[in-house]
DNA sequence: ACACGGATACTA
DNA sequence: AGTATCCGTGTC
């Protein structure tokens, strides 16, 4: 089950792969909604967005997941860790998964159908982007109120301005 | 605090 | 070719 994920939009948004590197965008154009997108980050982790097109063109990065089945083949990939850091967070989770380059342009919502359905009735809050250079501002983090698999707290609500 | 390590897209 | 950047994690 997704417990936290970011957006990034397509156009106007200085954080997104869009904005540098045209493969991003000609995969933007390539691929249907619903198309996963895998790069890897700082040469080790591998990162999951899924393509969004309609309303809003862009990405969705899953950065935390809560294990409800699975768990032993998670662990076993994840080398014995267990609760916050055995998925919270976006390079975990992939390891966790098994998520790899070959996903990248792979149908995600074939596999991922059933974890909609969990979302439709969650309290989420929105929060600030984490772990990026640019546009961090943006309230584009998304995560399931007071959920232990969340891989960074919610900000206090104190520093705003 | 710092090391780790590769894809992508620049410059030349 | 060389350089800069990158949505992170583990270990110190």
């Not at 936290?4 to 106007?12: F, M, R, S």
């Not at 591998?46 to 935390?64: D, Q």
């Amino acid at each position: 089950m997704v417990v936290e994920c970011e957006a990034y939009a397509a156009v106007g948004d200085p954080a997104c792969h869009t904005l540098t590197r045209p493969s991003a965008r000609e995969f933007v154009r390539r691929h249907r909604a619903g198309t996963a997108y895998v790069y890897l980050n700082y040469g080790m982790h591998w990162m999951l967005n899924v393509l969004t097109k309609g309303e809003v063109e862009g990405f969705v990065l899953i950065r935390a997941i809560e294990p409800l089945r699975g768990l032993p083949a998670m662990q076993r990939r994840r080398g014995g860790k267990s609760g916050r850091t055995l998925t919270g967070g976006p390079g975990r989770l992939t390891e966790a998964l098994g998520v790899t380059g070959r996903h990248h342009g792979a149908d995600f919502c074939l596999s991922a159908r059933r974890c909609f359905l969990a979302g439709a009735a969650a309290d989420v809050v929105a929060d600030g982007r984490i772990g990026i250079s640019r546009a961090r501002e943006l309230p584009w983090r998304f995560t399931l109120r007071h959920n232990l698999h969340v891989s960074v707290p919610v900000k206090k609500e104190s520093r705003r301005r």
